[in-house]
């Protein structure tokens, strides 16, 4: 159970004032079996982002321990750079549960597994527009990471794949797509020299977070050109993430997107009670 179920319980008086201790002091900090993982069930609440659990070090039977325990609690979680060979076997496994939906990310091995027996923890608000942009296909699987980190955050979002410089017609229409649909960040993804990030940031009125990713080859290989050109950008607005880091971009973005939302939300509540 997590702290907003255990408050809104409350506040309809189906648990009194000693249930909701117990519960706190449960939920406060839950250790797996033998000191395996401390699960930090309070960050969702705390910091508005979900438990992303980093599985390429993890040996499988330790993780699917870690994710069972964390959808058990909190209701969903994500799973990111899961090894090849344990995606399939973590799919399969997960499925055998009926209550849990699962979500793979298109050329990524990033999962979110989504407990649908459990009340997520969120607060009321229009759930706000996220724009997703990549510049090639082979920078798809870290926009994954991204989007689903957004979309567990309580975000809509909308992606446009291989639309980098290369052919800079592909972009126009793509970004005009996105503004017309009112996003309120977007996250632009690319390898080589990085550039798409400062043309998109050039060009709209919104926060652009730009991720470089490890593609490319030669000089300023491993992302290290794409970093280092958006670190240098002239275009304002454009802030920058570390390289192939998709997870800390959606989380970025969703934060920036729910905070925004949320003020609007209750600034048009009060509105309507005044008319009222």
């Known amino acids: 159970m997590n702290l907003r179920t255990i408050l809104e319980q409350f ?15 449960i939920n406060y900090m839950e250790l797996l079996e033998n ?20 599985a390429e070090h993890k040996e499988y039977k330790d993780l699917v321990q870690i994710v069972l325990a964390e959808l ?32 793979v990310g298109k ?18 608000k229009n759930n706000p527009r996220i724009g997703i942009l990549t510049a090639g296909t082979a920078d798809v699987g870290v926009a994954e990471e991204a989007r689903l980190v957004a979309k567990a955050m309580g975000c809509e979002v909308m992606v446009n794949y291989d639309v980098g410089i290369a052919g800079i017609h592909r972009l126009f229409p793509a970004v005009v797509d996105m503004i017309k649909e ?10 080589m020299e990085g550039a798409l990030a400062s043309v998109v940031s050039s060009i709209v009125d919104v926060p652009v977070i730009g991720v470089p990713t490890s593609v490319g080859y030669g000089f300023g290989s491993k992302g290290l050109a794409a970093l280092s050109s958006m670190l240098q950008s002239c275009a304002f607005g454009l802030a920058v993430v570390n390289i192939d880091n998709g997870i800390g971009a959606g989380a970025f973005a969703a934060t920036v997107a729910n905070k925004i939302a949320l003020k609007k939300f209750n600034t048009d509540k009060k509105r309507k009670e005044i008319v009222i």
């Open 11 to 25: 506040a309809h008086g189906e648990i009194n004032i000693e249930e909701v201790q117990r519960q706190i002091s």
């Open 72 to 103: 058990k609690l909190k209701g969903h979680v994500i799973i990111s750079r899961i090894r090849r060979k344990d995606l399939p076997k973590l799919c399969s496994m997960l499925r055998r549960y009926e209550k849990i939906e699962i979500e």
């Open 182 to 191: 009112n996003v309120i960040v977007m996250i632009v993804v690319a390898g």
């Open 35 to 54: 000191g395996l993982a401390k699960l930090d069930v309070g960050r969702e609440f705390r910091k508005g982002v979900p438990e992303v659990i980093f």
């Open 107 to 124: 050329r990524s091995t990033t999962l979110l597994a989504t407990n649908t027996s459990v009340q997520l923890s969120r607060p009321k």
